[in-house]
């Protein structure tokens, strides 16, 4: 058993500044406990012998007096190993609560079977990937149930609370892939909620990072316009089945005629959707408030244009392009029809 006392019998290896803070504590407490429990052992060993009762012997002993001295030394003892605990676990707690200056911050939402990761250009994975060598700050908070994010390999572990914020931070020494899970079981999935962290070089990750940031790179303008719902929060108020939120369904909503609350009527267009965008007030569609944030500054014409493409997407409004004209297809030899009869 004291054999085994090398911490790579209960934690894998350290891949973060964190583990020799831990990794230490934990293998000084180790080794003193083993060394109380020889004690203990071998006393209550020793105290069996020496007072076994014999053949012979009284049934009834008179109670000797206290040692003093033993006693002081057994306190003593265990007020040092306490003392011991403290002053090394210490260091390393009051390292793992202060993140460094400048850290780089990675937004972490926990929920029902799944974990959600928000860079701050505002991509959103649910994959962490971290620099090495590199502060990462995690900002947490939790969807609906109390959490707890532990990641072994960097000595991280910390409880995520609904409705509060709570912080941890690393420093990733070594490149790798390691698994990150939940102290929680996840009521969807009945299992303890798992994800990944890819620890990644300097240079593989700004080309993550400058692969993310642009949007449209690998993607249509309508997945670009669906992400862009998502990214954008707007599904709090609009759904894609048709029932209505704080604002209208985007089911179908292209090409369909709409009335505002002073009954003006629109066709909802490319133009429509612009300026509901970035003046959403300028048109409130009757039934619904005026609540919409205007996002004027906030997204630029691609990306607006990426939003019309994925609501076109949804619609039965939309005719296919070259529809209109494909009864109108001209004589393929270029001749009139009355010429063609005079032949």
Known sequence: MIG?????????????????????AFLGIYV???????????????????????????ERMPAGS??????????????????????SGLPAFVDQNVAPYGAYTVGVTAREG??????????????????????????????????????????VQQTIFPGRTTEAWFEATAAGDFPIYSDASSVATQDSLTARLLSL?????????????????????????????????????????GAPLVGPSFQNIYGHEVESTDGRKAVVDAAYIKESILTPNAFVVAGFQPVMTPYAGKLDDREIEAITEFLKSLSDHV??????????APA?????????EEK
Request: aromatic share 8%.
């Open 201 to 241: 070089s300097t240079t593989d990750f700004q080309a993550w990072l400058a692969t993310v940031e642009d949007i449209f790179a690998g993607r249509t303008l309508a997945e670009v316009g669906e992400l862009l719902y998502t990214k954008q929060g707007c599904m709090a108020c609009h759904t894609l089945n």
């Open 114 to 155: 799944a974990w959600d990761f928000t860079y701050p250009n505002g991509h959103v994975a649910d994959t962490l990937r971290v620099e090495v060598g590199r502060p990462t700050r995690l900002v947490m908070t939790s969807a609906d149930v109390a959490q707890g994010m532990a990641i072994p390999a960097l000595r």
């Open 332 to 340: 393929t030899d270029g001749t009139s029809e009355d010429a063609q």
């Open 319 to 328: 005719e296919p392009a070259g529809d209109a004209a494909a009864d109108e």
């Open 32 to 58: 003193l406990a083993i060394c109380a429990l020889v004690v203990t052992a071998g006393l209550a060993m020793v105290f069996v012998r020496t007072f076994l009762r014999r053949d012979g012997d009284p």
């Open 66 to 87: 206290n040692n003093k001295l033993w006693l002081g030394l057994w306190v003593l003892g265990a007020v040092l190993l306490a003392g011991f605990a403290f002053q």
């Open 4 to 24: 085994s006392a090398n911490t790579t019998a209960w934690f894998p290896e350290g891949a973060s500044t964190h583990a020799a803070g831990v990794d230490g």
